[in-house]
């Protein structure tokens, strides 16, 4: 070894040992928040007094799972879970949007199939014209499907009063 390459080999190894270092002592930190805010919506969801309750805690509980990103398809179950406890309420659905704004495709999948297992008239004609209105946006502005964009809103208007 030449005079300069041991110094640049102690510095290298260094280097790679202080990002191990600072990646172990903030990572923890978020995913003992998540798991705590996690633990707190599930009893929450265990004591709720009504299905309302019980789906606003169940988005509580989402909410921490989309927080970590390996935990996707259970949020997605809250999320499912919530619409079905009570599906005429627009706040789980603006809940949802809000939540997997960032990830569209998910939100497209939770949205299409909250379309399809609840009735669009009479009480759920509210939710159902939120979740039509955030998936011809998400069409129009992240999927770039503007045909099933003004689809959707053909559909919404048909909904409005």
């Known amino acids: ?61 989402a909410e921490a799972c989309v927080r970590r ?21 627009t706040e789980v659905v603006e809940r949802i949007v809000q939540a997997l704004d960032h990830r569209p495709r998910a939100l497209e999948a939770i949205l299409w199939r909250r379309l399809a297992i609840t009735e669009w008239g009479n009480q759920n004609r509210a939710a159902t014209t939120v979740a039509l209105r955030a998936l011809s946006d998400v069409y129009a502005t992240k999927l770039r499907n503007p045909t099933r964009g003004k689809a959707l809103i053909r559909a919404t208007a048909l909904l409005a009063p």
């Open 1 to 61: 070894m030449s005079d300069l390459q041991l110094p640049l080999v102690i510095l290298a190894v260094l280097f790679v040992l202080l990002m191990f270092i600072r990646m172990r002592l903030t990572t923890p930190r978020r995913g003992r928040a998540t798991r705590e805010a996690l633990a707190e919506a599930e009893a929450k969801i265990a004591n709720a007094a009504n299905e309302a309750a019980r789906a606003i805690a169940l988005c509580e509980a």
């Open 69 to 89: 990103l390996s935990r996707n398809e259970r949020a997605i179950s809250y999320f499912m879970k919530a619409m079905k406890a009570d599906p005429a309420s």
